[in-house]
């Protein structure tokens, strides 16, 4: 759908570019980027995103704490990352500009707001003098728009109130970026229709601003250019844009199917892990039980007793939910069940920064529990990522008897980017077999160990399997409650064997790059995008340079050590002050150089490749 032209346009073919849409809390950016990226999506580009939420839930209208952004990479070739800048920044009020202009390209274009402009949103900007007037913003391509008073005019007859034209604005803004970016209005027209459908009059007041923002650009002098990405050359198949909490949503289920499992998440809600509770709640029809429990210990608990059941048991939070989980992980690590423990990181300590993303929990993984208490650790890289780490967490967990922590963060959880949908005959198969009263016999050792160290999973009710379950050490093979020294020696060195042994069960560490060189970057987590996006530019300028990213995290792939000792020197970029490296370092004794950052905010590309630049020089 599009208007007729009534002013020549020049339309551009760009690779790539990186669109960033903010305002208050309030003005419907989250929507606005998702709407966007939905649509570069069916449009054939690659995609990737940043949601940046506030952290106060209601900061007061037109502050700098209340800025909500939406940023969107969108290419016609393969990207990883969000985009270090921004080509074109929509900023809807003085404080969306000035928390985020620095991003903002030298020339690039700006789309501001005008009508909240006015003394009070600049005072609470901090503006002495209006920006669009003072001659500051010179530098870029700047395009004034009163977006507020254009999108009334649009939906005027409606006889809507004020309130009501007002919450239209993100269309406008829209419509105006759809222009600009020669994107489709459909897919967000079928939205609308969609989500608005039983109020007709909020319907046909969004499809309004969206036509009418669209039309601006079309028809208006102020705006002479176009820019047009093409499709990228992906890989066949048939793909969905997926955020990474969506993608372990449904990598969870499949998980369930393949093993033939119930699914079982018992969780309490806590930003940004709560969409995997809503996401999950949804596929009953899958046999999916979803419960909210009045705290995380109870959550925790929950899921133990679900194992204890037969079902794939999951436990879902952030960092302060996982402190509370401490004790409960315990007890799943002493009664040897298998459990997902999903932790999807965000900022700290304390209440921290809630919605921004970090990856300060690794250590909280590793021993953030009384006693010796080891537990398999992996880790997604990427928003679609997710769906493959889920599965593959299960997997480790069922096969050798163990909780095992699943380390995401705000970045993944809140990113998207194209998920290739697998054929169901390509997923890998599970199979999971409890023993029955009559291939034991009549006595039952529920401690009695197979060749991965791994103990029976006896369902309860199954005739003659009746055995001690409990968070007191247990005798070896009776599972009798024990106190002899030498037996618990023997079960905390066998525990921690068992978790040992998952490094042979897992496929060897891969090296993008040379086998050998200057410099290895090991990354992990959702470092990832920005780590091999910086590699392949730090090559591409002579460097010999090569990454190896880590999913397993304890214990390592077993041939990190050999890898680690080839290259001259090892770069670790991690968004905590320095955590992996702490690890590396002790386990391999190598002098490993870290890069840290703990702003809320992911590695950009350029902090990376200045980094190995500076090593190498």
Same mark, same amino acid.
């Given at each position: ?7 020549? #346009? ?53 502050? #700098?704490?209340?800025?909500?952004? $939406?940023?969107?990479? $969108?290419?016609?070739?393969? !990207? ?36 909240? =402009? ?128 969506? *993608? ?12 033939? #499992?119930?699914? =079982? ?6 930003? &940004? ?6 996401? @999950?709640?949804?596929?009953?029809? =899958? ?54 423990? !999903? ?43 997710? $769906?493959?780490? *889920? ?52 006595? $039952? ?13 006896? @369902? ?11 968070? @007191? ?11 002899? &020294? ?29 086998? %050998? ?69 002790? #386990? ?13 905010? &992911?590695? %950009? ?13």
């Amino acid at each position: 759908m599009s208007a007729t032209s009534a002013v020549a #346009k020049e339309i551009s073919e760009i690779p790539s570019a990186t669109v960033r849409f903010c305002g208050d809390s309030g003005d419907g950016m989250q929507l606005a980027g998702t709407q966007f990226t939905n649509t570069s999506a069916l449009a054939g580009n690659d995609v990737a995103t940043f949601p940046d939420f506030p952290a106060e839930i209601r900061a007061p209208r037109g502050t #700098k704490a209340g800025v909500s952004g $939406f940023q969107i990479h $969108f290419a016609s070739e393969e !990207i990883f990352t969000p985009g270090d800048q921004v080509d074109a920044l929509v900023a809807m009020n003085p404080a969306a500009l000035v928390t985020n202009l620095a991003d903002l390209v030298p020339g690039g274009i700006l789309i501001l707001n005008s009508e909240a =402009f006015d003394d009070k949103g600049l005072k609470q900007a901090g503006y002495a003098t209006n920006p669009i007037e003072d001659g500051s913003l010179e530098g870029y391509q700047l395009f004034s728009v009163d977006m507020t008073k254009l999108t009334r005019l649009a939906v005027e007859s409606l006889n809507l109130g004020v309130k009501e034209s007002d919450r239209c604005r993100n269309f406008y803004a829209m419509g105006l970026v759809f222009w600009l970016y020669d994107r489709s209005m459909e897919p967000t027209l079928r939205y609308i229709e969609d989500k608005f459908g039983k109020r007709p009059e909020i319907a046909e007041a969004n499809r309004r601003a969206l036509t009418a923002g669209f039309n601006y650009g079309e028809t208006t002098d102020a705006l002479h250019s176009q820019y047009r990405v093409a499709p990228a050359k992906l890989k066949p198949g048939q793909y969905r844009n997926i955020t990474g909490n969506q *993608a372990l949503a449904i990598g969870l289920v499949a998980a369930a199917k393949l093993s033939g #499992k119930e699914l =079982f998440l018992g969780s309490y809600p806590i930003t &940004p892990a709560s969409d995997i509770l809503h996401d @999950l709640s949804r596929h009953k029809n =899958f046999g999916v039980r979803t419960f909210q429990a009045e705290d995380e210990i109870a959550a925790v608990t929950s899921a133990i007793g679900a194992a204890f059941g037969g079902a794939m048991a999951i436990t879902t939070s952030s960092g302060p939910g996982i402190a509370l989980k401490g004790e409960g992980m315990g007890l799943a690590v002493m009664t040897e069940l298998p459990m997902l423990i !999903i932790n999807v990181q965000r900022g700290g300590p304390s209440t921290g920064l809630p919605t921004k993303t970090e990856q300060a929990d690794l250590m909280q993984a590793m021993y953030g529990r009384n006693g010796e208490c080891p537990m398999p650790i992996i880790a997604c890289r990427s928003p679609a990522d997710c $769906f493959e780490v *889920a599965i593959e967490a299960w997997r480790i967990a069922a096969r050798f008897m163990t909780p095992v922590m699943l380390l995401s963060d705000g970045y993944i959880a809140n990113g998207a980017e194209p998920w290739r949908i697998p054929q169901v005959d390509a997923l890998p198969t599970m199979e999971i077999r409890h023993p029955s009263a009559s291939e034991n016999g009549d006595e $039952f050792h529920p401690y009695e160990r197979n060749e991965r160290l791994s103990r029976p999973w006896a @369902l309860p009710g199954t005739p003659g399997l009746m055995h001690r379950i409990g968070g @007191l050490e247990k005798q070896d093979i009776t599972g009798n409650v024990s106190y002899d &020294p030498i037996n618990h020696q023997h079960m905390v060195d066998t525990r921690a064997a068992k978790v040992a042994a998952v490094a042979n069960d897992v496929p060897l560490q891969e090296v993008d790059g040379p086998e %050998t060189g200057d410099v290895l970057v090991l990354s992990w987590g959702g470092t990832y995008g920005a780590c091999a996006t910086a590699v392949t530019r730090a090559r591409q300028l002579g460097t010999s340079v090569a990454h190896a990213h880590l999913r397993y995290l304890n214990p390592f792939p077993r041939n990190l050590g050999e890898i680690v000792k080839r290259y001259k020197k090892v770069l670790v970029p991690e968004l905590n002050k320095g955590q992996l490296i702490m690890l590396v370092r002790h #386990k391999f004794l190598v002098d490993a150089i870290g890069l840290n950052k703990v702003q809320g905010k &992911p590695f %950009t590309v350029a902090e990376i490749v200045s980094k190995i630049q500076e090593l190498v020089k």
